[in-house]
């Protein structure tokens, strides 16, 4: 199946909005205005082989090519150029290699000869064009055909050959990212409003309540494993960087499963829980749906420039993404900043256990005490370190740790753990509890159990 006709069936298929399907990049429109781009050069005796031959930088021909994508001096609008230099001796190239067509073009130029016929050059200023205009062409008076400047003394002539349809193509192709780039700049805004109005309603349905009408530890959870499962974005050391669309809708599906395996959805305690967390996946589902369609237009960019340079050898498919570099789609970052906007004002807003463990012991570091050196440890681990008299800081290394008192606890921070690790801060209490009687009663020692007579 044709590539053209899959990007046809994708783009009606995988339920894109109309308005995304509008914007995107019309392959088989550049693939006709290519098929011009080619019979231009054809028709100037620079098919495929001859180009590609006088493009190798390491042949000993005394005629050159240069192709080059270049933004214009008063805009950002990519020109193509096409320019030849070409050694003469006696006013003739003296190159067995050159077809009779190409070395007729050549010498035509040379001389600033009119040129007829097949031969007869393009006018070499794009006309402007959008995505749904017909490609036409255009043949220009000889007299505006050729820019000519000599090299003093060394024989060469640099011209710029005169071509349309490469400008028309290029005017297609960057009309379309531009307009992609806007519609995605679009969407970008409105997710993240999304999530900004998403973040006060979890922050709302999880704040910790007196009379225990909280969902507090079940967002947590959620959000825990949203983050194990890495669905846009991985970080290890294997797997690390930007996810595709494919490894991202499996990974979304894990996490779903795993909310669902642990029935995370049907224990919320408020009705408003569940329709917050309809609203995430349904974020998600919309973040995947735009990374989905930004790979389809960078797949079909991708495509029509190769095939670009299959049929001329001009080396576009290299030149146009570095001459765009600042194109939005090109860079493909929506993914990435909606997904720091998901991090920093969603999952952020519950606190995580792993952000308040006591770098020792590893357990909550519940009665904290803050050092003077500002990092912070369980009440249990500092006591240890001064017990064995070691005066540095773990962490640092800054010795403070003979100094920590009773004003060293941060009551703050403990209730601000009780309030939000209630379950955890019990552990914890329960352990050191279990630890201390180990100490002063020795190994036997069991907490006693409460008994109801």
């Avoid at 003469?88 to 067509?101: E, F």
């Amino acid at each position: 199946m044709k590539f053209a006709h899959e990007l046809k069936q994708s783009l009606a298929t995988q339920g894109f909005p109309p308005h995304w399907v509008a914007h995107a990049i019309p392959y088989g429109q550049l693939k006709k205005c290519l098929k011009k781009v080619q019979r231009e050069l054809q028709e100037l005796g620079l098919d495929a082989e001859t180009l590609r031959a006088l493009l190798d930088p390491k042949t000993d021909s005394p005629v050159a090519l240069n192709y080059s994508l270049n933004p214009s001096s008063n805009s950002q609008i990519v020109r193509p150029k096409l320019t030849v230099e070409i050694h003469l001796h006696d006013g003739n190239i003296v190159d067995a290699s050159l077809t009779p067509a190409t070395r007729q073009f050549f010498e035509k130029i040379s001389s600033k000869l009119p040129l007829d016929g097949s031969d007869a050059a393009k006018e070499s200023k794009p006309a402007d064009s959008t995505p749904t205009e017909t490609v036409e062409e255009a043949t220009p008076a000889p007299s505006q055909a050729l820019t000519i400047a000599n090299r003093a003394g060394k024989g060469y002539d640099t011209i710029e050959v005169p071509l349309v349809s490469d400008g028309v193509f290029f005017d297609i192709l960057q009309n379309d990212v531009s307009s992609l780039d806007a519609l995605q700049a679009t969407e970008r805004d409105q997710l993240k409003e999304e999530v900004k109005d998403l973040g006060k309603q979890v922050s709302h349905v999880a704040r910790p309540g007196r009379f225990s009408k909280s969902d507090l530890d079940r967002w947590r959870r959620i959000f825990e494993l949203y983050l194990d499962a890495e669905v846009f974005f991985a970080t290890h050391e294997r797997d690390h960087g930007a996810r595709s669309s494919q490894k991202a809708l499996q990974q979304l599906q894990w996490f779903q499963n795993q909310v669902q395996k642990q029935e995370l959805v049907k224990s919320f305690k408020r009705p408003e829980s569940r329709a917050a967390f309809s609203k995430f996946l349904e974020l998600n589902l919309n973040l995947l749906k735009h990374l989905q369609f930004q790979e389809l237009n960078l797949l079909a960019i991708t495509k029509i420039l190769k095939k670009f340079d299959k049929r001329t050898a001009l080396g576009v498919s290299r030149a146009f993404p570095s001459a765009i570099s600042s194109r939005k789609l090109l860079s493909g970052d929506i993914a990435k900043e909606v997904c720091a906007r998901i991090s920093d004002e969603l999952v952020s807003i519950i606190p995580q256990v792993n952000d308040y463990l006591c770098p020792i012991c590893y357990a909550i570091a519940y009665q904290p005490v803050r050092l003077d050196c500002q990092h912070v440890f369980c009440i249990r681990c500092s006591v240890k370190l001064q017990r064995r008299h070691e005066e540095y800081c773990p962490l640092c290394r800054a010795r403070v740790v003979m100094d920590a008192s009773a004003k060293n606890i941060d009551s703050e921070l403990e209730k601000f753990m009780r309030k939000n690790f209630p379950a955890e801060v019990k552990e914890k209490e329960r352990a050191d509890q279990i630890e201390r009687g180990i100490e002063e009663f020795g190994p036997s020692y069991k907490p006693a159990e409460c008994a109801v007579m």
